[in-house]
């Protein structure tokens, strides 16, 4: 039997701090998470115990990374559900205080776009919010330290032949994310 990571406002959290990571690299094994609640407007957070050091202290400069998870979000109602997850890198995990839906349990109303937030979020968003520019309700987005993205895209892949598919996310599959961060 397949094991699918059911997710519906469930972040995964990457903490940073400063602890040694042998040469840059790191394996984090959730196994399977299932989350199955029916109590709305709530969020869920991951994160990763042992801090991991971006950043060289001695010469300043940051550490290229890759990543990769596998989940599905199945919703209890087919055009229904929260408004996605993230993958998130954080300098720490406080973050309690947090609201869910559109702030997708990282940020309050009083934190939005401030640089003290320290949040860079690849978010999977399943809903469209206006109030922070969602361009549709089933996209990928980079949000700094803001629920609003830097920038956006819809949800899919481009195929050997250049030609775009459409993903829908909460379609209940499970799909496989890769996440790279150059250093730059």
Not at 49 to 69: C, D, G, L, R, Y
Not at 91 to 109: C, K, Q, R, V
Request: overall charge negative; proline content about 4%.
């Amino acid at each position: 039997m397949s094991c699918l990571i059911m997710l519906v406002l469930l972040l995964f959290l990457l903490v940073v701090a400063s602890s040694d990571i042998n040469q840059g690299q790191f394996s984090f094994n959730v196994g399977c998470l299932h989350l199955q609640n029916t109590t709305s407007r709530i969020s869920g957070q991951i994160f990763y115990e042992n801090p991991i050091q971006f950043k060289n202290s001695t010469n300043a400069t940051v550490s290229p990374f890759p990543t990769t998870f596998i989940f599905a979000i199945i919703p209890g109602y087919t055009d229904l559900g929260g408004h996605g997850l993230a993958f998130v890198v954080s300098p720490n995990d406080e973050i309690s205080e947090a609201l869910p839906t559109h702030y997708l349990g990282l940020f309050i109303e009083t934190n939005i776009g401030l640089d003290s937030n320290h949040v860079v979020a690849l978010e999977l968003g399943t809903a469209r919010t206006i109030a922070v520019g969602d361009i549709d309700g089933n996209h990928v987005g980079i949000d700094i330290n803001n629920p609003r993205s830097v920038t956006a895209a819809s949800a899919g892949y481009f195929t050997d032949e250049s030609e775009f598919k459409n993903l829908n996310l909460k379609s209940g599959y499970p799909m496989q994310v890769w996440v790279e961060y150059d250093g730059v």
